[in-house]
């Protein structure tokens, strides 16, 4: 369903019990809400909580901030991540929720760490998987080879073979080593994702919003909420020290560090995640 949030129209789904507590998640860059891993969903929907996701500002079903064409040029940033946590707040004054639990994965996760920050009054806990650690332009934080991948060209939007083959490599560059997916496992969601939308100027005006970001350190030191930061050891973007940084930042957080996990969320390591995330909402009380 599409409700408005900040002045902007925003894809939102919601599953679980409706009078469970919340939790609110934020996905990454150039991320669909389709991109969140059912089992993980349906894992947190079976411990009672409400579980919303939605399309961030540019992306899958919720409003374009332009054309989704593109000239695979870089644009000057016209909005920044602390916009898109105010539509992650608006999400929740949409809905009528007063507080949530917020958890964000990769950019989502720095712009619930933003949320935790600037709106303390509406967060329960915060839970940031495979993010940063509140360095200036995390874009250049992994190796050059996956990095590099960022800014990988944007084939023209009539050729669909080329599209299904980029997002393709971007699975194999960015994921788990350890449980890695086979091509035909891989197509399915691929296919899927594309035929929902596909909008490579959204995603390089995301791009030129993560890469604004400058040091938020010191803002990290504010989050007063209790923080659960989650983070793989084959992760290659955001390698695990940003993890461990933020872990270190954040007053009171707990870091959990999952083996064979990648820049994405592999199926055998979802149970331990969810283990892991409704411990801490538990422990964070509603």
Request: glycine share 10%; proline share 6%.
């Amino acid at each position: 369903m599409q409700v408005t949030a900040n002045n902007i129209q925003i894809e939102v789904q919601i599953s679980g019990p409706e009078n469970g507590p919340v939790i609110l998640l934020n996905r990454g860059l150039g991320s669909q809400l389709t991109t969140w891993p059912e089992a993980f969903c349906e894992g947190l929907a079976g411990d009672g909580y409400r579980v919303i996701r939605f399309d961030n500002r540019d992306c899958g079903l919720s409003q374009k901030m332009g054309r989704c064409e593109t000239d695979n040029v870089i644009p000057e940033p016209s909005y920044n991540l602390y916009d898109m946590a105010a539509d992650t707040v608006g999400v929740l004054d949409a809905l009528k929720i007063e507080r949530a639990h917020i958890l964000g994965c990769s950019m989502g996760g720095m712009i619930v760490q933003i949320v935790a920050a600037k709106f303390p009054e509406r967060v329960i806990s915060l839970t940031s998987i495979m993010s940063s650690g509140g360095e200036a332009d995390p874009t250049r934080s992994g190796t050059p080879e996956v990095s590099g991948g960022l800014t990988a060209l944007w084939p023209a939007s009539s050729d669909r073979e080329a599209i299904i083959a980029k997002f393709m490599s971007e699975y194999f560059l960015y994921g788990t080593r350890t449980y890695r997916l086979s091509k035909a496992e891989v197509l399915p969601f691929v296919i899927k994702d594309m035929e929902r939308c596909y909008c490579p100027g959204g995603y390089l005006r995301q791009y030129a919003a993560l890469k604004s970001l400058v040091d938020r350190q010191d803002e990290l030191k504010s989050i007063i909420c209790p923080a659960l930061i989650i983070h793989g050891d084959e992760d290659f973007l955001l390698p695990v020290s940003c993890g461990e940084r933020a872990a270190e930042l954040i007053p009171g957080a707990t870091f959990k560090l999952i083996k064979g996990m990648g820049h994405d969320m592999p199926g055998p390591v979802l149970a331990e995640i969810n283990a892991y995330v409704h411990a801490h909402c538990q422990r964070a009380g509603n």
